[in-house]
């Protein structure tokens, strides 16, 4: 039982790049959401999910991308990628009567 | 105003010392409550979900105040092995944190 897996753990992109931050989970989970942290802003939600083919846009969704054709996955994308994005992304997942998300490791992009 | 606030740290404090934290909530129809626990440059990770009759885990005892939107943490006898950043959590439909303090327990 892996939990929440997330790929890649790091990234560099140039400005304008677009890339897909890969989440999965083998938890049959229906709830799943993308965060960004940042220093001194705490984790803020950038697009979640409630089921397969359902999403809905978090706090901070301009420039991300989400979809969710399977119960498992939960992809991310970058359109094109600005320094601002420079961030530690995370992703999670719970039961919808769960207590509390499960967390992946992060993927730390940077993007210059 | 942020929906979850928390108090700024970061706090330092000796081993054994007892250490308080605080959180306010402004979403009134928020339904569960709940720290969460963040190690340098790792994930999150649940510590204790929070009741109105407040809870107790071992050393760490959380209380939920409806009435103030007010959620609190307290450690008692703080071990070198606390130190990490406490997340304040407050979960409606989707989960939102609060900026997070900081501990550190020094020898």
């Known amino acids: 039982n892996a939990g929440v897996t997330q790929t890649p753990k790091f990234q560099v992109l140039k400005t304008g790049q677009s890339m897909t931050l890969q989440c999965a989970q083998d938890?049959?989970?229906?709830?799943m959401s993308w965060y960004r942290q940042d220093p001194g802003m705490g984790l803020r939600l950038i697009h979640y999910s409630v089921g397969a083919g359902i999403t809905d846009q978090g706090e901070v969704p301009n420039g991300y991308n989400v979809s969710r054709s399977t119960t498992e996955d939960f992809p991310l994308r970058l359109l094109s990628a600005a320094p601002s994005q420079t961030s530690v992304y995370f992703c999670a997942s719970r039961e919808p009567q769960g207590f509390g998300y499960t967390f992946g490791s992060g993927t730390r992009l940077t993007v210059v | 105003r942020k929906e979850v606030e928390q108090d700024p740290g970061p706090f330092n404090v000796p081993e054994g010392a007892t250490v308080a934290f605080n959180c306010t909530y402004s979403?009134?129809?928020?339904?569960?409550f709940f720290w969460y626990r963040q190690d340098c440059r790792k994930e999150p990770k649940l510590l204790m979900s929070?009741?109105?009759s407040g809870n107790e885990d071992g050393r760490f005892t959380a209380q939920l105040n409806r009435a103030s939107q007010y959620i609190s943490l307290l450690i008692r006898d703080s071990k070198l092995s606390d130190s990490a950043t406490y997340l304040c959590v407050v979960q409606g439909g989707k989960l939102i944190f609060g900026q997070g303090t900081e501990l550190s327990v020094k020898p």
């Open positions: 938890m049959n989970h229906e709830y």
């Open positions: 929070v009741y109105s």
């Open positions: 979403n009134s129809a928020s339904q569960s």
